[in-house]
């Protein structure tokens, strides 16, 4: 056959590394084969199908040993970038309040000419205290 379909349960077709289920059952199933025809030969030990599953299973735990480690120092790879991307984030935030604050002083500030010009035209200046003590005009009276 020619399909590449995984339930077919071609040995062959499974990949050095796997993780699905049904290639874990190809492998049970290629073993169950190969120690029934040497069953009916007359084999009651299966030392030949119980090595090359132990092969394929060794060559497994093998590269997941191989790979633990190297996804020990891609966790640690992982762990900066997140660190690092936290502070990032901070100096994101921090940058972000300082535009908006200048952002609402610049709006203050450009209304400020208008502000004063109104405040003029209307008359309504407070009185600072150097106002008051300013000599106030004495009314005189003859007699």
Known sequence: ????????QNVEKILEE???PVH???LAFEYFSEAYIAFFNGADVFEEQDKALEARYSELTSLATYSTSSHSSIAKKNDKALRDLEEQKEKLAQLQAELSQLQ???VRSQNFPAMAISILLSGTLR???EDSRLPRERSCQVS
Not at 1 to 8: A, G, H, I, V
């Open 24 to 26: 874990h059952q190809a």
């Open 18 to 20: 796997f993780h699905d």
């Open 127 to 129: 009185k600072t205290p």
């Open 1 to 8: 056959m020619e399909s590449d379909d995984p339930t077919l």
């Open 104 to 106: 609402s002083s610049a």
